[in-house]
DNA sequence: GCGATGATGAACT
DNA sequence: GTTCATCATCGCA
């Protein structure tokens, strides 16, 4: 698979919040190490300016510098005193914007991913952001990483069909809350919220008895 | 099966 | 001191 180049990244942040889901995010974890990959199936976007749940959104500071940066970065924080997100700048150089990892399918390297992550319920491995930047092994040594090097990158799959994608208001902010920017693979099992319906069947064998 | 809540750290006012 | 773009666990049904 072909890894994407700076200018898929370099586009307005919605535009590029669909055109995520299907690619596939790739983390390398070194020469002798395993290779991570899984499919992106949710994202959300956050915009600079008009959009008050953005870091963005009162301007330029220590923390938020690489939302401002060359498309195609990533912009990792950590917030709720345990979880490290994973942001991917979109726009032009110098105009904020990036787009918020919210689940990916596993595809590779799943055993890591386990152990990663301590569990080994497969649909829960991925299914929302705090959860895949653990299952990845995403911290803060990646603030700034570039997408075109060896740590991470993005391969390209076929464009997914308009009608197999979903729309729906972000989850877990306070502002700006009616914007429809959040975007899935509809009807996918690996989304973050599944909170309704059969959430996992507490399978057979539970780890570590 | 479900909703409520504590954990836990850094940026920002 | 307050606010978070969250998750896992606890208590109750």
């Known amino acids: 698979m072909e890894r994407l180049d700076p200018g898929f990244f370099g586009v307005p942040t919605l535009v590029l919040a ?6 596939v995010f790739v983390r390398s974890m070194g020469p002798e190490g395993p290779l ?13 300016e008009e959009d008050e749940a953005s870091h963005a959104w009162r301007g330029q500071t220590p923390r ?8 195609g970065t990533l912009y990792i924080y950590f917030t709720y005193g345990c979880h490290h997100m994973a942001n991917i700048v979109s726009e032009p150089e110098g105009v904020p914007g990036a787009v918020l990892l919210r689940a990916l399918e596993p595809l590779e390297g799943i055993g890591q991913m386990r152990l990663n992550r301590g569990t ?7 299914s929302g952001p705090g959860k895949l930047t653990r299952a990845l092994g995403i911290g803060p040594d990646l603030y700034g990483e570039s997408l075109f090097g060896s740590r991470c990158w993005i391969e390209e799959a076929p464009e997914l069909p308009a009608e197999a994608i979903g729309t729906s208001p972000r989850i877990g902010i306070s502002r700006s809350t009616e914007l429809p920017w ?23 064998g539970r780890l570590q008895s």
């Open 18 to 23: 669909e055109r995520l889901l299907g690619k």
């Open 36 to 48: 991570l990959k899984g499919r992106i199936v949710e994202t959300e976007a956050y915009l600079g």
């Open 64 to 71: 938020n510098r690489a939302m401002f940066g060359p498309p």
């Open 120 to 126: 080994e319920e497969l649909l829960a491995l991925t």
């Open 182 to 204: 959040r975007k899935f693979v509809a009807g996918s099992p690996h989304l973050s919220k599944i909170h309704a319906g059969t959430r996992g069947k507490k399978a057979s």
